[in-house]
């Protein structure tokens, strides 16, 4: 472990996380680091561990492992902030940054383009993008026993708070109410996620989708705060009483995205948890004249998990994401 003034609060680096090394009754901090620029410099993950004096699982909390996610951050700082150290049980990991050269560069992907979020579990000996999601798997993430996974919505589209989960298993479908989210949208996973990859090794996983992108909204981060905070309850990581939804989640069975066949304008009526009809009229596409050139329906009855509030359409831009409730 070196030990470094240059960097704040003479936050340590180090190579992968070593729970048995941070000290029971502590939040440490860390700088991981997970590869190297071009520069030769190391690319640096912000760690956080609490570690309780009794024995417990292991959650962890990442966030922005796609770059310009941003309201898992304050989410994964202010959770640090609300536990006690000296009552914890187990052991908290957070990431609040995961995909740091996409924060840098304000974006989703990677500064090699690629997706960290369609990738996963990576590869020791692939690409840039494929090696730094193997390490941050297997460097981070291994250690845990459940894990939450924050995003938000992409670049021109607004999110529900919602949450993903496979909810045929016990565990995760737990996981996934104690979010309190207006929506939970059951998704079995085998897509190269963060959550499938964690699953496949044994860790409970869910993702936290908490509204939209490249801001912080006060709402949002606040219900995922309560969500991280029930599962610790759940878990009896911390010991104060599960705080119960307003509303009980509205559950989906499966949903998909609806996508446009026809460039141009796009205008999309309902709004986020919104229910559409069949047949119901959702958003029209007109030339750059003004024509309507496409009018769309719902294919069937649904609630708005997600929409497009972006009205520059190329052909195949998503329009809404219909969740079809069970
Ligand atoms: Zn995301």
Same mark, same amino acid.
């Given at each position: 472990?070196?030990?470094?003034?240059?960097?704040?609060?003479?936050?340590?680096?180090?190579?992968?996380?070593?729970? !048995?090394? %941070?000290?029971?009754?502590?939040?440490?901090?860390?700088?991981?680091?997970?590869?190297?620029?071009?520069?030769?410099?190391?690319?640096?993950?912000?760690?956080?561990? $609490?570690?309780?004096?009794?024995?417990?699982?292991?959650?962890?909390?990442?966030?922005?492992?796609?770059?310009?996610?941003?309201?898992?951050?304050?989410?994964?700082?202010?959770?640090?902030?609300?536990?006690?150290?000296?009552?914890?049980?187990?052991?908290?990991?957070?990431?609040?940054?995961?995909?740091?050269?996409?924060?840098?560069?304000?974006?989703?992907?990677?500064?090699?383009?690629?997706?960290?979020?369609?990738?996963?579990?990576?590869?020791?000996?692939?690409?840039?993008?494929?090696?730094?999601?193997?390490?941050?798997?297997?460097?981070?993430?291994?250690? %845990?026993?459940?894990?939450?996974?924050?995003?938000?919505?992409?670049?021109?589209?607004?999110?529900?708070?919602?949450?993903?989960?496979?909810?045929?298993?016990?565990?995760?479908?737990?996981?996934?109410?104690?979010?309190? $989210?207006?929506?939970?949208?059951?998704?079995?996973?085998?897509?190269?996620?963060?959550?499938? $990859?964690?699953?496949?090794?044994?860790?409970?996983?869910?993702?936290?989708? $908490?509204?939209?992108?490249?801001?912080?909204?006060?709402?949002?981060?606040?219900?995922?705060?309560?969500?991280?905070?029930?599962?610790?309850?759940?878990?009896?990581?911390?010991? !104060?009483?599960?705080?119960?939804?307003?509303?009980?989640?509205?559950? %989906?069975?499966?949903?998909?995205?609806?996508?446009?066949?026809?460039?141009?304008?796009?205008?999309?009526?309902?709004?986020?948890?919104?229910?559409?009809?069949?047949?119901?009229?959702?958003?029209?596409?007109?030339?750059?004249?003004?024509?309507?050139?496409?009018?769309?329906?719902?294919?069937?009855?649904?609630?708005?998990?997600?929409?497009?509030?972006?009205?520059?359409?190329?052909?195949?831009?998503?329009?809404?994401?219909?969740?079809?409730?069970?």
């Amino acid at each position: 472990m070196i030990t470094t003034g240059l960097f704040e609060q003479d936050v340590p680096f180090v190579k992968r996380l070593d729970l !048995d090394k %941070c000290p029971a009754g502590k939040i440490s901090r860390f700088w991981v680091r997970i590869v190297s620029s071009g520069m030769g410099q190391p690319i640096l993950v912000p760690v956080l561990v $609490a570690k309780g004096h009794s024995p417990g699982p292991v959650l962890g909390i990442t966030a922005a492992i796609h770059g310009n996610e941003l309201n898992g951050v304050p989410v994964v700082q202010k959770v640090f902030q609300f536990i006690d150290i000296k009552t914890l049980s187990g052991t908290l990991v957070g990431i609040p940054v995961v995909n740091v050269p996409g924060f840098l560069m304000n974006q989703r992907f990677f500064n090699d383009g690629n997706d960290l979020n369609r990738l996963m579990p990576g590869t020791p000996n692939g690409n840039m993008s494929q090696v730094y999601a193997h390490r941050i798997l297997d460097r981070l993430i291994k250690p %845990c026993h459940y894990l939450l996974d924050v995003h938000t919505a992409s670049f021109g589209r607004v999110n529900s708070y919602y949450i993903r989960a496979d909810m045929n298993n016990p565990i995760t479908a737990r996981m996934a109410e104690l979010q309190n $989210a207006e929506i939970i949208v059951n998704n079995a996973g085998g897509d190269g996620t963060l959550r499938s $990859a964690a699953s496949a090794l044994g860790i409970h996983s869910i993702t936290v989708e $908490a509204g939209d992108p490249h801001k912080f909204q006060r709402g949002m981060i606040r219900s995922a705060i309560t969500g991280a905070l029930n599962v610790m309850r759940h878990l009896d990581m911390i010991h !104060d009483p599960i705080v119960p939804p307003e509303e009980p989640a509205i559950r %989906c069975g499966r949903s998909y995205w609806m996508y446009t066949d026809y460039g141009g304008v796009l205008e999309v009526f309902p709004r986020i948890t919104d229910r559409v009809e069949k047949g119901e009229k959702i958003a029209i596409v007109r030339n750059m004249f003004g024509d309507i050139k496409r009018t769309y329906y719902a294919p069937e009855s649904g609630i708005v998990v997600g929409r497009s509030v972006n009205p520059i359409n190329q052909t195949g831009s998503r329009i809404i994401h219909l969740g079809i409730e069970e």
